[in-house]
């Protein structure tokens, strides 16, 4: 079955520390996002990628570094200068930015920082 | 900037009663619309779009919305919920963010909560 995995599913992480959350797609879709949700925040764009090798920052990008060197691969750091990290982690991707296209989401990863 | 604002937070229903969760947009531009669900630690789950064409959209599960260009709104309705309707609903619109590229912006979500 197509989709998008993330994984871990839960995540702890001690304070100072960096942390890389995965996801991967089989779906052969050229753009990739992530997004943050807080508990009555709705998602918040955190970094958006294109095409292989090239990213860009969204919304909340402060405290985040991604890469993407596979077109499948689109893994998200969550460094130590995020001051508050503990939230749900979405990955989504779309067969492309430049258009309307619908979004599809991973099952997530909840990060919580101890 | 486009925004969108989800009226309610929490709707509670009685199963097999109709509901309608309300979204309402801000954009100055044409615009695309869609709806969202998302069952409790899972991820968001596509319901129904608007691009172009019927103001009238249908989705899965039952749902359906209207766009409503003059009120600038797309309210998300269904004739008769069920129990496994539960869950959390957003609405989304997308926003064009330069070079080509084009991103959705969430309301804040509408908790559905069905009544047995």
């Known amino acids: 079955d197509g989709g998008i995995t993330q994984s871990p599913k839960y995540l702890f992480r001690k304070e100072g520390q960096n942390v890389t959350l995965s996801c991967e797609q089989n779906?052969?879709?050229?753009?990739m996002y992530w997004y943050r949700q807080d508990p009555g925040q709705g998602l918040r764009l955190i970094y958006y990628?294109?095409?292989?090798?090239?990213?860009q920052k969204g919304d909340i990008a402060e405290g985040y570094s991604v890469s993407r060197e596979k077109k499948e691969s689109f893994p998200l750091t969550v460094t130590s200068a995020q001051k508050n990290p503990t939230a749900f982690y979405l990955c989504?991707?779309?067969?492309?930015?430049?258009?309307?296209?619908?979004?599809?989401f991973g099952p997530g990863t909840r990060l919580t920082v101890l | 900037a486009q925004s969108v604002t989800q009226l309610d937070s929490q709707v509670p229903v009685f199963e097999e009663a109709p509901v309608e969760l309300r979204c309402n947009y801000s954009?100055?531009?044409?615009?695309?619309l869609f709806w969202y669900v998302q069952y409790p630690n899972q991820g968001l789950q596509l319901l129904l779009k608007?691009?172009?064409?019927?103001?009238l959209v249908k989705g899965i599960n039952g749902f359906e919305a209207e766009f409503n260009k003059s009120q600038t709104s797309f309210h998300l309705r269904k004739p008769s919920v069920h129990i496994s309707d539960t869950a959390e609903y957003f609405c989304?619109?997308?926003?064009?963010?330069?070079?080509?590229?084009?991103?959705?912006?969430f309301g804040k979500g509408t908790k559905l909560s069905v009544i047995p």
């Open positions: 989504a991707s779309s067969i492309q930015a430049g258009g309307p296209w619908e979004q599809f």
């Open positions: 779906l052969n879709h050229d753009a």
């Open positions: 990628s294109q095409i292989v090798n090239d990213f």
């Open positions: 954009s100055s531009v044409s615009v695309y």
């Open positions: 608007y691009l172009s064409g019927s103001t």
């Open positions: 989304a619109v997308t926003r064009y963010s330069g070079a080509g590229s084009y991103q959705l912006t």
